[in-house]
């Protein structure tokens, strides 16, 4: 028992996965709001609970060890979630969702977090991949998987425009970049007819290779929804996001990107190439928006310009800072709170940028690292003093 | 293209540039004292105009119906009560982060114009919707051939010049100004010359959201309608007015206003005259277009920032 408890075992992590999971599906699963504000104020005293007796600290460690044992055991609880609620339409919609903007947040993570460049703009981005899927799927017979990744090169395309002025610029002058850029983004669509204007674009479903999306799957007679496609394509996307993104900041890829982020003139003086590496960050950002937009807009079959606003966008960057700035697994859990939360819970639904904004203020004010703050970089996975 | 209609683009491009110019000062002031973005700026003007409405509600209620009357305490009510909520946000939200990133007050300050603009939208009542705004000044008119002139258009464009001209006196001339250019260019310096540093960095936050407060009456009177949302693009506008112009710089503020307007009536008038079938609704498209290249052009704007970065 004592050895199962202990930071080297990977018992604490996967029971924590395992208890999440379960939360998951019986938060998803609750239809009254008395069950649902229950629930949520159940899970705040739990954690405040928990860390009280050092079990986040904890799991964190033993999550840490034991890293592809903790992987897979998220992938599993994702997985278990969806079967869950595999014949209804709304809580797989939801689920596909939190995936496809992880990709999108992990994207902002990468310019905001670790090269320090500042994208106001999110939702922009994410709005040129949903527009060109749009467009492309209803004007052109390209495959899909093609649509997919023309959405993602779109988004970074365009936003190579933004280079020049985001380099030659810095602090809030490049902030001032973006948030223009966000504006006339949204207000191009609204005046531009071909577009759709204010109304918008109906967009087909996905099909990849015969394999249409929009088509219930049957398993041995059972129906399920069509929603299920898109969540085990999205948890892909996600998942090959999430380790893209691991990857490059364990390299000397994420050394150099920090380095840009802290001290731009030590760096410099160093040899590392300041320009390359922010363009490097803000690409491979936007491409990531660009790729899961054009994703959503085919999932969701309907694109309109006031799905990106200024607001919008504002909300990404409230995620990548309540997760904790830098930190992957924090703006995991961050985009799923701040997705579902106001659709499960109707009453904040009105109130939920006035609610985030709140929150993000008090935030900065007193916790400025977020909820979960980014670790130390750790050279030797595993190992311990 | 008439004389008149020219001469109307003029007018209006210039009733526009002012209020732009206005809240770039605003902007311009918060850079110069403590180096920092206040991004609530806009939606503080939006909160000035939402107060003189109010007041102007009651006003009526309580049976005072003389325009003049109703006006000046209208622009005491919202002007005074701005100046509180800045010196309140320099005091709990910017001050309390001078040592954090810069970002950090950016981002703080875009939160609280999301609080302030939701806060109108979902609080005050039918707060989503447009709300009338009075006319509470002459509507006498002198026509000049094909171009009318409004004596109210002129009301309000010589109460902008006189509110900007007020404060750059008062930075210029006065001993406080000397303080705040002080703050301004050291605040360390200053503070062992012995000014007081939160005094005076509430004191500028206070004039510049006193300064948006008239900038949202201004909107209010000169278009007769407001709404929760016309603060954003203000707010951007302005900054952008003052970035083009040069932070930290009143005259920069007020050339950045006045070219931004300039962009959008050259953008209402060209675009249609140039690519025939595009709306004049792109105008704005063309001016934040050309505010971003121009950013590539020169990135500290107009007249650029003195400055030295040590290392």
């Given at each position: 028992m004592k050895r199962l408890l202990s930071a080297q075992s990977a018992f604490p992590a996967l029971a924590s996965m395992a208890a999440l999971t379960l939360f998951a599906v019986l938060f998803l699963h609750a239809e009254s709001q008395t069950a649902v504000m229950g629930l949520t104020a159940g899970a705040i005293v739990v954690m405040l609970l928990l860390a009280r007796f050092g079990w986040n600290a904890l799991a964190a460690s033993s999550f840490a060890g034991h890293s592809s044992q903790a992987h897979a055991a998220v992938i599993l609880g994702v997985l278990a979630v969806m079967a869950a609620f595999y014949d209804s339409h709304f809580p797989l919609l939801m689920l596909a969702s939190v995936l496809l903007y992880v990709v999108v947040c992990l994207g902002l993570n990468l310019q905001f977090g670790y090269a320090g460049v500042v994208n106001f703009a999110g939702a922009a981005f994410f709005g040129i991949g949903c527009y060109t899927s749009a467009v492309l799927t209803n004007h052109t017979p390209l495959p899909h998987v093609l649509v997919m990744f023309i959405g993602g090169l779109m988004a970074a395309g365009i936003g190579s425009l933004l280079i020049l002025p985001v380099l030659r610029t810095y602090g809030h002058y490049a902030a001032l970049i973006t948030i223009a850029f966000g504006i006339l983004?949204?207000?191009f669509l609204e005046?531009?007819?071909?577009?759709?204007g204010p109304q918008g674009i109906k967009v087909p479903g996905m099909e990849i290779m015969g394999w249409k999306l929009n088509d219930g799957v049957q398993i041995g007679g059972i129906e399920l929804s069509f929603y299920v496609n898109y969540v085990l394509l999205a948890l892909a996307m996600a998942a090959v996001a999430f380790m893209?993104?691991?990857?490059?900041?364990?390299?000397?890829?994420?050394?150099?990107?920090?380095?840009?982020r802290l001290d731009e003139t030590a760096c410099a003086a160093f040899g590392i190439d300041v320009a390359r590496w922010k363009i490097a960050a803000f690409t491979l950002g936007n491409f990531l928006a660009g790729l899961a937009g054009s994703v959503y807009a085919m999932m969701t079959g309907f694109v309109a310009p006031n799905?990106?606003?200024?607001?919008?966008?504002l909300i990404l960057v409230s995620i990548v800072i309540l997760g904790g700035i830098g930190n992957p697994w924090g703006l995991t859990v961050a985009t799923a709170i701040?997705?579902?939360?106001?659709?499960?819970?109707?009453?904040?639904?009105e109130y939920r940028l006035l609610l985030y904004a709140a929150l993000v203020i008090l935030i900065l004010l007193f916790k400025p690292d977020g909820l979960m703050p980014r670790q130390v970089r750790n050279y030797l996975p595993g190992w311990k003093p | 293209m008439t004389f008149g209609l020219l001469s109307q683009y003029v007018f209006n491009g210039l009733m526009l540039g002012m209020i732009y110019a206005m809240v770039a000062v605003g902007f311009t002031l918060f850079f110069g004292v403590l180096d920092v973005i206040k991004f609530s700026h806009g939606d503080v003007l939006m909160v000035g105009a939402f107060t003189g409405l109010a007041t102007y509600i009651g006003l009526q209620a309580i049976g005072i119906d003389a325009p003049l009357a109703q006006l000046l305490i209208m622009t005491l009510v919202a002007t005074l009560s701005m100046a509180l909520l800045g010196a309140l946000i320099a005091k709990y939200l910017v001050l309390p982060l001078r040592l954090a990133p810069p970002l950090n007050t950016l981002l703080i300050t875009l939160m609280l114009g999301s609080v302030l603009r939701e806060g109108v939208r979902l609080f005050y009542p039918q707060g989503s919707n447009p709300k009338p705004f009075p006319r509470l000044l002459p509507d006498d008119s002198i026509a000049f051939g094909s171009f009318t002139l409004r004596a109210d258009s002129m009301i309000l464009l010589l109460a902008g010049l006189a509110a900007i001209v007020a404060v750059h006196l008062v930075i210029t001339r006065t001993k406080l100004g000397l303080a705040i250019r002080a703050v301004a260019q050291d605040a360390e310096t200053a503070r062992i010359m012995g000014i007081n540093f939160e005094f005076i960095v509430l004191l500028t936050f206070a004039i510049g959201s006193g300064m948006a407060a008239l900038g949202g009456l201004m909107n209010g009177l000169y278009y007769n309608e407001i709404?929760?949302?016309?603060?954003?693009?203000?707010?951007?506008i302005g900054f952008s007015a003052a970035v083009i112009g040069g932070l930290g710089n009143i005259y920069?503020?007020?050339?950045?206003?006045?070219?931004?307007?300039?962009?959008?009536?050259?953008?209402?008038v060209a675009l249609p005259a140039l690519f025939p079938g595009t709306s004049t609704a792109?105008?704005?498209?063309?001016?934040?277009?050309?505010?971003?290249?121009?950013?590539?052009w020169r990135p500290t704007g107009l007249i650029a920032e003195k400055k030295s970065e040590r290392v």
């Open positions: 983004f949204r207000v005046v531009n007819d071909t577009l759709g893209l993104v691991r990857r490059l900041e364990r390299s000397w890829i994420g050394l150099n990107l920090d380095a840009v799905s990106f606003t200024f607001g919008d966008s701040v997705l579902i939360l106001p659709e499960k819970l109707q009453f904040i639904q | 709404n929760f949302g016309i603060g954003l693009l203000l707010g951007v920069g503020a007020i050339l950045g206003g006045f070219l931004f307007s300039a962009l959008q009536s050259l953008g209402a792109y105008k704005d498209v063309f001016a934040f277009a050309v505010v971003i290249v121009f950013m590539a």
